[in-house]
């Protein structure tokens, strides 16, 4: 079975700009979760989604937004970039229930300048 | 507001050694208690899970010791190797605030340098 997978895996943006980062779970994968990771904060949950809903959220800004497709595949999008977002964003997928046992894909690495 | 504390931030072991890592919590209501391993560039992997209806779980060269009452957990690894340096995340379970699902709750991290 093919892992998560996230496209890019390196972006490079200006101050201002919006960016959408691409995540595809794992086949049969229903849940997805995006993360922020950090030196300073560790992972950091921004949200989830499950059925094309989401279904949590962290305590982020509305600059962080998401979606989740038919597919199960899932975007999230920042807009108004800022310095402090330079990260590595991190998607993963779950199968639910009952362990809820997360699967991350590489991530994408943000660099905001 | 922390809820899952690791520690400690970074640990230094010689091959061969045991390394451990420590996490506590604070909310009784947490029900699984999983251990990741990141590798530079890498996302995290899941590396070994405890219920706390169990005091200890081995895999491998990996155990993790779990103590209900004192609300702490570890990770050991055994003979230690190289291979081994990472990071390792604690993370724990709980259910959503009047929600059917599940979300995960990381510690910090462990930078583990493994010198062979």
């Known amino acids: 079975k093919a892992g998560v997978t996230q496209t890019p895996r390196y972006l490079i943006k200006t101050r201002g700009q919006q960016v959408t980062l691409s995540c595809s779970p794992i086949?049969?994968?229903?849940?997805v979760s995006w993360y922020q990771q950090t030196p300073g904060q560790g992972l950091q949950f921004l949200f989830e989604?499950?059925?094309?809903?989401?279904?949590n959220k962290g305590n982020f800004p509305g600059r962080f937004s998401g979606r989740q497709f038919s597919n199960s595949r899932s975007e999230m999008n920042v807009s108004t970039l800022e310095l402090g977002d330079s990260a590595l964003y991190l998607c993963?997928?779950?199968?639910?229930?009952?362990?809820?046992?997360?699967?991350f894909g590489p991530g994408t690495r943000l660099t905001v300048t | 507001q922390q809820q899952v504390k690791q520690s400690p931030q970074s640990l230094i072991v010689q091959k061969g050694g045991i390394s451990i890592i420590n996490c506590a919590y604070e909310?009784?209501?947490?029900?699984?208690f999983p251990w990741y391993q990141q590798f530079p560039g890498k996302g995290p992997a899941l590396l070994i899970a405890?219920?706390?209806?169990?005091s200890e779980k081995k895999e491998g060269r990996f155990t993790i010791s779990f103590n209900k009452s004192a609300k702490q957990f570890s990770l050991h690894i055994m003979d230690s190797q190289p291979g081994d340096s990472a990071t390792y995340f604690c993370?724990?379970?709980?259910?959503?605030?009047?929600?059917?699902?599940?979300?995960?709750?990381f510690g910090k991290g462990t930078l583990l340098t493994v010198n062979p």
């Open positions: 086949s049969g994968h229903r849940s």
């Open positions: 993963a997928s779950s199968g639910g229930a009952p362990a809820y046992e997360q699967y």
């Open positions: 909310n009784t209501a947490f029900d699984y």
């Open positions: 993370a724990a379970r709980t259910l959503y605030s009047g929600g059917s699902n599940y979300k995960l709750t």
């Open positions: 989604y499950f059925s094309e809903t989401q279904r």
């Open positions: 405890i219920r706390p209806d169990v």
